[in-house]
T-cell receptor, first 114, second 115 residues
Framework: DTGVSQDPRHKITKRGQNVTFRCDPI?????LYWYRQTLGQGPEFLTYFQNEAQLEKSRLLSDRFSAERPKGSFSTLEIQRTEQGDSAMYLC????????????FGSGTQLSVL | AQTVTQSQPEMSVQEAETVTLSCTYDTSESDYYLFWYKQPPSRQMILVIRQEAYKQQNATENRFSVNFQKAAKSFSLKISDSQLGDAAMYFC????????????FGKGTHLIIQP
């Protein structure tokens, strides 16, 4: 069990650029979640996959955001035309089958949009 | 919509003393789970303790215990024999089951341990 892995740890980009983050969940976990955490706040739910199916999307997930989990393993989160308000830490979490109450988090990707 | 409120932005405690972090929540669901997560400077969210709403007995994990008051929708965390390694942000979180909307987190309490 190597834990949930996120890449990169930090990303600095200019406004208007596209960025993509990757999350590798724990191998036997079929559920994968993306959260966003801004300074001084708790994480906010963005979206959730069960295997390759994206089952829930928060209204926080504007049409500039897209997430995929093509083979039910790793997931990517892409932000197009980044804005300064997108600056935040993006956290990924995974959970085992039928154990939605046992989330394991990665260390996050810190995004700074200049 | 469900909400989680942590009214203490920061708490300070002397090493080896006991501290209690407060959390209130609101949900219309009857079946739910409550959690306390710790987020140290490394940023990784670490589960400290969890409580199923249908269980009346308060959860305990070593030095960590909760006081779950279902009628009052209150879920406080007690840390006994505080250690320097306990210093972190602590988040209270609620999950109503079914996968919908994931966890709802509070804004967190910054816990400082005075040596």
């Amino acid at each position: 069990d190597t834990g949930v892995s996120q890449d990169p740890r930090h990303k600095i980009t200019k406004r208007g650029q596209n960025v993509t983050f990757r999350c590798d969940p724990i191998s036997e976990h079929n559920r994968l979640y993306w959260y966003r955490q801004t300074l001084g706040q708790g994480p906010e739910f963005l979206t959730y996959f069960q295997n390759e199916a994206q089952l829930e999307k928060s209204r926080l997930l504007s049409d500039r955001f897209s997430a995929e989990r093509p083979k039910g393993s790793f997931s990517t989160l892409e932000i197009q035309r980044t804005e300064q308000g997108d600056s935040a830490m993006y956290l990924c979490a995974s959970s085992p089958p039928d154990r939605f109450d046992k989330l394991f988090f990665g260390s996050g990707t810190q995004l700074s949009v200049l | 919509a469900q909400t989680v409120t942590q009214s203490q932005p920061e708490m300070s405690v002397q090493e080896a003393e006991t501290v209690t972090l407060s959390c209130t929540y609101d949900t219309s669901e009857s079946d739910y789970y409550l959690f306390w997560y710790k987020q140290p400077p490394s940023r990784q969210m670490i589960l400290v303790i969890r409580q199923e709403a249908y269980k009346q007995q308060n959860a305990t994990e070593n030095r960590f215990s909760v006081n779950f008051q279902k009628a009052a929708k209150s879920f406080s965390l007690k840390i006994s024999d505080s250690q320097l390694g306990d210093a972190a942000m602590y988040f209270c979180a609620l999950y109503s089951g079914g996968g919908a909307d994931g966890l709802t987190f509070g804004k967190g309490t910054h816990l400082i341990i005075q040596p």
